[in-house]
């Protein structure tokens, strides 16, 4: 038996539930998925981001109910510091932190613009004003990050919590055809052929499509 349980809604849709998935895996968890399924009312508003606040993921492990992606990365962080869930040296755990929360907290227009689909593909899709400027601030974190790393994930050659948050986004360009610098491209590529990654989105090929309203615009 698992000595810990993730909870998580969709595996196409949520970007949140793939974030804390991928926490949970850096840090060598032994852990099962509970998949709350999308007929819940509170999940629905959840995905079609008409809920301010939702507790999914959530982590159950040893008594302790975390919920939250940042609250559970700190506490895992806490939990396992031998993983790497953050940089050693603390400039870089700084920036990791900063950057890992402006995603947190951030982005609006993206995420209303261009909503997490793994299983979507929309060449050519016209990305409107309100998200450029979310993409382009996007891109020179990735610039700056690999820069001063030298790849190839944000913080050198192991994946960290940044990487797990900018993971989702990286899927959406890849939805929604998006045109990015070399840099940022050569990022997204990187993150997409992460083994997690892979084993995630060949999961969500084989979940039941349940929230029909996510492609009513397209």
């Known amino acids: ?14 970007s949140w539930s793939l974030r804390g998935w991928l926490i949970c895996r850096m840090v060598g968890l032994d852990f099962e998925t509970a998949v709350v399924s999308g007929a819940d009312a509170s999940i629905r508003a959840e995905l079609l981001l008409l809920s301010p606040s939702f507790l999914v993921p959530r982590l159950d492990h040893g008594g302790i109910s975390v919920w939250d992606t940042l609250a559970i990365a700190e506490y895992l962080n806490e939990s396992y510091p031998q993983a790497g869930l953050l940089p050693e040296p ?19 227009n993206l995420r209303s613009a261009l909503p997490m689909n793994l299983r979507a593909l929309h060449h050519g899709f016209k990305v409107f004003n ?26 050198g050659p192991k994946p960290t919590l940044a990487d797990a ?18 840099t940022a ?18 999961a969500a090929a084989g979940e039941p499509e349940e929230i029909q309203e996510l492609d009513m615009e397209f």
């Open 90 to 108: 603390p400039v870089e755990r700084a920036r990791c932190r900063s950057v890992s929360g402006e995603m947190h907290g951030g982005f609006i």
């Open 185 to 202: 491209d050569t990022y997204k590529d990187t993150i997409l052929a992460w083994d997690l990654m892979t084993e995630w989105t060949e």
């Open 1 to 14: 038996m698992a000595e810990a349980t993730l909870t998580i809604s969709s595996r196409n849709y949520s």
């Open 165 to 182: 948050m900018y993971a989702p986004v990286c899927t959406r360009f890849r939805t929604y055809d998006v045109r990015l610098p070399f």
């Open 130 to 155: 309100g998200a450029k400027g979310d993409i382009e601030r996007i891109c020179t974190i990735f610039e700056d990050c690999l820069s001063r790393s030298g790849g190839p994930f944000l913080f």
